[in-house]
């Protein structure tokens, strides 16, 4: 398929480039590329005759995070999310791990906390006041995407009553 039918605002150089782009996930241009082209395309069979499908659920991840970065509210990206999760799902394939995922001892860390504070009665924003935190930070604590200090750690556990912490 002609990816010139999804970018008829290119000269033939940058059309040229852009066919270059597509082949390249690594390019620095290439989630940018791919937002236009996803924004245009409505018909999955025409893109995977530009990007094979498997490719499509190995970088899916990385131009989600980009066309969220720079458009909050899409229709267009929620409709591609589905037809990701339906590959996925539907005919097996794996998809990659999103860089950045967290990191299984602070899902486990924050699992901890969460369980801690509600068995206390306790709700995220009693637990920040009492640590010096903000309510946020907590919720993020508790998701395991969020990095602490030792000392962050100690006050956590002194609030919420943790004697011991077991390390995987």
Known sequence: MNSSKYFWDLGKTALR???QILKSPDHPKFPARM????SRCDKPVHLFQIIPSKRFVEV???IRNYWMKHERQSDFRDWWETIYDELVEKQGFKPKKVKGSNPPLFVNLGRLFKEARLEKGLNQKQVAVSVGMKQPDISKIEEGGKNMTLATLARLCKVLGIQ???LP
């Open 60 to 62: 899916w991840p990385r």
């Open 164 to 166: 011991k912490i077991d």
């Open 35 to 38: 937002v236009a082209l996803l």
């Open 17 to 19: 480039e852009t066919t």
